[in-house]
C-alpha cells in the first residue's frame, strides 16, 4: 500500500521555540494532506487541511499563526508549532490523499510525538 | 452534523474469542466508511473500508459490511489473536471536495492468551 513518512517520530523542545514537523508521501502525488493531533487515549482531531500551492484551511479553534502549515510540492507537507508550550505537547499525525490507482483513499504517517518542556 | 459513534470500550477477550465493534454513523449523502487500526505508540493504518451501500471490506481475518438502512459498520472477526490488540477506530469521508476523514472516538481492544 501506499506508504506515509513523518519525520521526525519524536521530539521534545523547551517552551518558546518552534518545531517543524514534515509529512512525506513516498510513492504517489499528494495535493492534498491533513494534519491531526490525537491527545492520550482520545481520537484524531483535524487541525488543518493542506492543499498544494495554496494556503491551508484551519478548522474552527485551531489558531493558524501557531500551526503554520506549508505545502511546498505534491510530496510534501510541513507542519509549524510555533513559540511551542507545554500545552501543546501531543501526537501529531498527518495524512496524504491518494486520488490515484483507482481509488481515493487516505494514508496516515506513523505521527510524530511532540514533547515541550 | 455528522458524525460517528462507537461502542464504549476497553474490550478484554481471550485468545480466538469472537470480535464485534459497533459503529453508527450520521451523515448527510452517502458517505465512504473505513475501519483503522493503530497499534500502541503508532500511528493508523487502513483495515478495510466500504464506498456504497452493501458493500463488504474484509483484510486480516476482519470484516464489515455498510448497511445503510441501520447507518452501521460493524467490524467482526471469528477468531481475535494477540496480536489483534490495539485502538479500532471507525471512520467516514463525505463526497466533499476535500474528503475529511471524521473519526469515531476509538475502541481499545486487549486480546489476553
Known amino acids: 500500500g501506499a506508504v506515509v513518512s513523518q519525520h521526525p517520530s519524536r521530539v521534545i523542545c523547551k517552551s518558546g521555540t518552534s518545531v517543524k514537523i514534515e509529512c512525506r508521501s513516498l510513492?504517489?502525488?499528494?495535493?492534498?494532506m491533513f494534519w491531526y493531533r490525537q491527545f492520550p487515549k482520545q481520537s484524531l482531531m483535524l487541525m488543518a487541511t493542506s492543499n498544494e500551492g495554496s494556503k491551508a484551511t484551519y478548522e474552527q479553534g485551531v489558531e493558524k499563526d501557531k500551526f503554520l502549515i506549508n505545502h511546498a510540492s505534491l510530496t510534501l507537507s510541513t507542519l509549524t508549532v510555533t513559540s511551542a508550550h507545554p500545552e501543546d505537547s501531543s501526537f501529531y499525525i498527518c495524512?496524504?490523499?491518494?486520488?490515484?490507482?483507482?481509488?481515493?483513499?487516505?494514508?496516515f504517517g506513523p505521527g510524530t510525538r511532540l514533547t515541550v518542556l | 452534523g455528522n458524525s460517528v459513534t462507537q461502542m464504549e470500550g476497553p474490550v478484554t477477550l481471550s485468545e480466538e474469542a469472537f470480535l464485534t465493534i459497533n459503529c453508527t454513523y450520521t451523515a448527510t449523502g452517502y458517505p465512504s466508511l473505513f475501519w483503522y487500526v493503530q497499534y500502541p505508540g503508532e500511528g493508523l493504518q487502513l483495515l478495510l473500508k466500504?464506498?456504497?451501500?452493501?458493500d463488504k471490506g474484509s483484510n486480516k481475518g476482519f470484516e464489515a459490511t455498510y448497511r445503510k438502512e441501520t447507518t452501521s459498520f460493524h467490524l467482526e472477526k471469528g477468531s481475535v489473536q494477540v496480536s489483534d490488540s490495539a485502538v479500532y477506530f471507525c471512520?467516514?469521508?463525505?463526497?466533499?471536495?476535500?474528503?475529511?476523514?471524521?473519526f469515531g472516538p476509538g475502541t481499545s481492544l486487549s486480546v489476553i492468551p
Open positions: 466500504a464506498t456504497k451501500a452493501d
Open positions: 471512520a467516514l469521508t463525505l463526497k466533499t471536495s476535500y474528503d475529511k476523514v471524521i
Open positions: 495524512s496524504a490523499r491518494d486520488y490515484g490507482r483507482g481509488t481515493d483513499t487516505q494514508y
Open positions: 510513492d504517489f502525488q499528494a495535493t492534498t
